[in-house]
């Protein structure tokens, strides 16, 4: 097994929790960074199933390599502290605030557009007083969208920018172990894609995986005695519908962002990832793991006649169930089984009618489905029960602030499954309770978005640059 010198910081996972810890550590100081990821370098990054063909790349260019999956993302930057995570439960709301107003300027800084929607202040009072009328939260969030063409740009400058100060990035390098000694964090343990074993060392370890690496990070903390909380389950579906039917919501707010308590089980549904004008994408992790997801474009020439967005219904499960990931693998895989592999499409008529949606029923649809690979199929042989009555019930009552949301022709795809990690017990600068050793982002089951993930690293690197400074 190979040794290598000696770091100041190794920062596992290049997502934007990684890539702006780094950022704001090479402004702080003259430290010696190492990234680590299991994927590849942003320019090797290429998706054939964006263009319809999925070969099935080892590891997959959507969810692992720089800016993990938000390189391939919508791009939202959600500039309210209520929006992507949860990172009020580790410091205050004003911190919260400014950190994001920070953050933002960095994006803007590195080509992010300048554009923010949901702003009509008196537009959002009329929703949310709408919404009040019928049992539905409307959650206010200003948002900054860079769009998938340019979200990759974006990520790609700041990967150019930090080669140029010195950070060193590893590409195809998989972390197996982190290593301690004496109750605090030496470094890591890494196998490069040739099978080559190296073992780095640093002062300090950020662990940043992000969703792709959640699972990891759970075994990870399992080992180091490292104490772990459940969080909810999201799983739900995408929904595809007409413009026309969103179009005076997102017009305005690019995404509305709705919550509403089922009626029959009182589980929580909302809205997630609304894209005006976009396309429904398949997203594939290991183990031949295929769900939903959406995205759009800035360019108005690659904008479509559909708005998708996913509806996800969230459950926390108490002990002894301690597999929320698991759970919601064996869903998707649930799915997965009866398409031979794909994504499924069915129409909302026909799951009300308690039908199969077959590729003729399909072809009546006046909505034209974006994602052209998805098998027609029956997601109640697919969703629990208590997930299939929410989101019926959710879309039923949100049809009330966009008509024909509740329509024969809506498409549902399944499954969208999130895969956040159990949280890390960490305090409120996002340590653990070894010593130097760090985590944030997804993968930590701290955020859920590509904001509240930049914002977990600023402060983590300003910790790193006061201790050593």
Known sequence: MASKDKYDVIIVGAGPAGIFTALELVERGDFKILMLDRGRRINARHCPARKGDCVKCDPCSIVTGWAGAGAFSDGKLSLSPEVGGNITDYISVEEAEDLIEYADGIYLKFGAGPQVHGLNERRIEELV???????????????????????????????????????????????????????????????????????????????????????????????????TKNNAVDIGVRVEVPNSVMDHLTRDLYEAKLIYYSDTFENKARTFCMNPGGIVSEEHYEEGLVVVNGHSYSDPRLRTGNTNFALLVSTTFTEPFNQPIEYGKYIAKLANMLTGGGIMVQRLGDLLKGRRTSPDRLKKSTTVPTLKSAVPGDLSFVLPDRHLTSIVEALRAFDKLAPNLYSRNTLLYGCEVKFYSSKIEVDSRFRTKIENLYAIGDGAGITRGLMQASVTGIIVAREIANITG
């Open 129 to 227: 007083y709408e919404a009040s009328r019928h049992g539905i939260k409307f959650v206010p969030c200003p948002v900054r969208h860079m769009g998938t063409d340019r979200s990759f740009d974006v990520l790609k400058a700041m990967h150019e920018h930090l080669m140029g100060r010195g950070v060193e990035f590893k590409e195809l390098t998989t972390v197996e172990d982190i290593l301690v000694s004496e109750g605090r964090a030496v470094g890591v343990r890494a196998r490069h894609k040739n099978g080559e074993e190296t073992e780095y060392s640093a002062d300090q370890v950020v662990v940043a995986p992000g969703r792709g690496g959640a699972q990891w990070l759970t075994e990870q903390a399992a080992k180091l005695g490292i104490a």
